[in-house]
């Protein structure tokens, strides 16, 4: 079993300090690359689903948490405003629906516009006790694969059940599986938004979706968002623990709240759906759970370095170097442990979670060869170094998991 936040420390992809806070980590470089990696793969899967990113601030008036409902349902988990004077107030935000509410109301839509795909990786801020708090599973800055789809009713479902689709393709892709599927009712409490409407049309439809899917859920009372159901994506570590990664959400309420609309085919207004959906989650316990899943051995395309080229003699260290540069001229990510860094065993343990293994001697030197050793213990032999970084290239955009398959 692998606890990912004793792998972060030892594979130098994260860490902390008492200075920044509990639950406010900091991403070292190996980690700020498999980061990169992820987010510009979730961008990729987005830009080929038609969404179109943005960027808004982390900051908002009290007024629009106020006008979202956060203010008066979730004021609990955010953090305290800060004072600006001539009472002004601003809060670090708890979550990324009303800015982007804010952004689609801000230009007028007609009904060709929509569906309107809107995604970013943004930051977000919950005030977490420090109980609670774990590794990057539970933090107090959270970078959030969002997205919010403005549709109308008639688009609802077929855009939630897209959501869905694109979440299983990622997470086949990352190797993630999920445990089940889980509709989010509200419970008892104030927590929620008193409109009972509003929770019937929303369940509904998400029930529709997760059916004409095929997928098998079980239904959960008192873990709604305070606006609407969700469907929620659940995933197991290895441990056992069950936590939700992914999410679906169909929203009535924020479109209301915002006054949001388009004009119709009728010329008049009408008030569009928002469709919330995350197909990662958040960055960090993403990141986590593959930590965990693969145990620091992530797929070559996530791997933070790739192929390591293990010269035997100082005399190779120059051609060693040649192959990582024709290597980096690829896109991939490549770098050299000489004899400086330890005998040549000692050198193949320390890189025993990278993909490709290319080690050279006297005789691969001359040759133009290299012999390569893969992370899974196999040996294929001396190739030419063409053949190598063609391979790990090829692995390297298809995701693959088969490190070395059959010509």
Known sequence: MHDHRKLGRELDLFDTDPLMGAGLPYWLPDGAIVRHTLEEYVREAERAAGYRHVYSPVLGKRDLYEISGHWDHY????????????AEQVVLRPSLCPHHALIYRSRSHSYRELPLRMAEFGGMYRAELSGVLGGLTRVRAIHLNDAHIFCTLEQAVEEARAALALIARAYADLGIRASRHRLSLPG?????????QLWRRATALLREVLDSSGIDYAEAEGEAAFY?????????????????????????HQPERFDLHYIGPDGAKHRPVMVHRSVIGSVERAVAHLLEEHGGAFPTWLAPVQLVVL????????RAHEVVRQAVARGLRAEVSGPGDGTLGARVRAARLVPYQAVIGNREADAGLVAVRLRDGR??????????????????ADRGAELWPAA
Not at 75 to 86: I, T
Not at 231 to 250: F, H, K, N
Not at 311 to 318: H, K, S
């Open 75 to 86: 004021r609990e988990d955010m953090f305290p405003p800060m004072d600006l004077g001539a």
């Open 188 to 196: 008892e409490g104030g927590k929620y938004v008193a409109d009972p």
């Open 228 to 252: 609407g159901p969700k469907i929620d994506v659940q995933i197991t570590d290895p441990a056992g623990r069950e936590a939700t990664l992914s999410t679906v959400q169909i929203d009535f």
């Open 311 to 318: 010269p035997i003699a100082e005399a190779q260290d120059e």
């Open 379 to 396: 040996r294929p032999g001396a190739v030419p170094v063409a053949e190598l970084l063609e391979r790990v290239a090829v692995r390297a």
